[in-house]
């Protein structure tokens, strides 16, 4: 027992390549010592080839074993470089014991996944932040300006209709021009709506996710059943948290309508012991999880990819997405309240 600990401890503080230097030097020796002993004793024909035989497979397995055992943490390191590569970000080595050159540069390589995590963050957050800020300025803008401006024009319109005597060819063509003005009203409306939802911001997340449902998504053929838990229905998170949930159950349902061809969509909100968790499942055609998320992948939309960039962003939220082909998907995300 206490042979083989102190084999462990001698395996774990030599470097690879002194081992690989010393196991064939083992073997030259040895090699050299069975070649002395073959003239010394006059063996030949069979003899002989059981030695080389005996001699080039003893060789072969040592060195693969030892080569195996010391090449594992590159191995490691390489499929953490794949999974850093298809998305995980989070992906780390486990240190293993075994080689201290190997070990140093696992530590290394962690560290360097650290830094460029921590600096991916911190751009993605800048470049989200800046997002919402811009959109909701525009929104505000469009709002404050061009919707009040759009009503004057809407009451000034109705006056000059009204001043004109009825059958007259002019107030036909004021109405037309009224019609005209109040759906680029409405249509104004919408984009605001989609650019920053003030409902958000004055009346919190299941408000906004309301009226999304009904304003925005109701279509065809599409059974829509929205269902909050009374004690979810009024808690209001920080503005950023908030935001997050409600573009992450906006893209989800943009993606139900647009892809899913599902009848059903069932969105829950609901709450566990300092959790808010809102859940958006369809019952349509489905999809590979693993594709659409490889970040490599071709063409992809960046819905997904920006779901999971929002969420990384909100300290303590998690995401889920599932989903298989043919069997509808679930997107569902939770954050921590309070505290
Ligand atoms: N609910 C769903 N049902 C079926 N397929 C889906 C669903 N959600 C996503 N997908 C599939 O996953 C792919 C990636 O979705 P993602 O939201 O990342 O991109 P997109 O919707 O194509 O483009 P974008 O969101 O950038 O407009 C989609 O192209 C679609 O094939
Ligand atoms: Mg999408």
């Known amino acids: 027992m ?73 191995f490691r390191l390489h499929s953490v470089i794949e999974a850093v590569r298809s998305g995980e970000f989070t992906a780390r080595s486990p240190q293993i014991p075994g080689d201290p050159d190997v070990s140093r540069l696992t530590e290394a390589f962690n560290l360097m996944l650290d830094r460029l995590n921590e600096y991916r ?10 997002l919402e800020d811009e959109r909701k300025r525009i929104a505000r803008e469009l709002h404050d300006e061009t919707s009040q401006a759009l009503t004057s024009i809407i009451i000034a319109q109705e006056m000059v209709e009204q001043g004109l ?36 911001d004055d009346l919190g997340l299941v408000p906004a996710i309301r009226w999304y449902l009904k304003n925005r998504l109701a279509a065809d053929g599409l059974r829509i059943t929205l269902d909050v838990a009374p004690e979810a229905e009024e808690v209001r998170l920080p503005e950023e948290t ?76 998690n995401l889920r997405v599932e989903s298989e082909p043919g069997r509808g998907s679930v997107v569902e995300v939770e954050v921590p309240i309070g505290g």
Request: aromatic content about 8%; glycine content about 10%; proline content about 3%.
């Open 242 to 317: 908030e935001i997050t949930l409600f573009r992450i159950v906006q893209e989800a349902l943009t993606n139900v309508r647009k892809h899913s061809r599902a009848t059903e969509v069932t969105v829950r909100i609901w709450l566990t012991p300092g959790r808010l968790h809102a859940r958006v499942a369809d019952n349509g055609i489905g999809f590979s999880t693993e594709e659409a998320f490889h970040a490599d992948a071709r063409g992809r939309g960046l819905g997904l990819l920006g779901m999971r960039e929002r969420a990384a962003l909100v300290r303590g939220a």
């Open 121 to 130: 963050q911190s751009v993605s957050s800048q470049i989200l932040r800046a």
């Open 165 to 200: 005597p009825e059958g007259d060819p002019l107030r036909e063509r004021v109405r037309f021009a009224r019609e005209y003005t109040l759906r680029t009203l409405e249509e104004i409306r919408r984009l605001t709506f989609d650019l920053r939802p003030s409902i958000l």
């Open 2 to 74: 206490r042979g083989l600990k102190w084999l462990v401890e001698l395996h774990n503080r030599t470097p690879l390549f002194v081992k690989v230097l010393g196991a064939n030097g083992f073997f030259i020796v040895t090699g050299a010592l069975g070649g002395y002993a073959i003239a010394r004793f006059g063996l030949t024909g069979n003899d002989v080839l059981l030695f080389i035989a005996a001699g080039l497979i003893f060789t072969l397995v040592v060195n693969f074993a030892l080569l195996r055992v010391a090449f594992d943490p590159l």
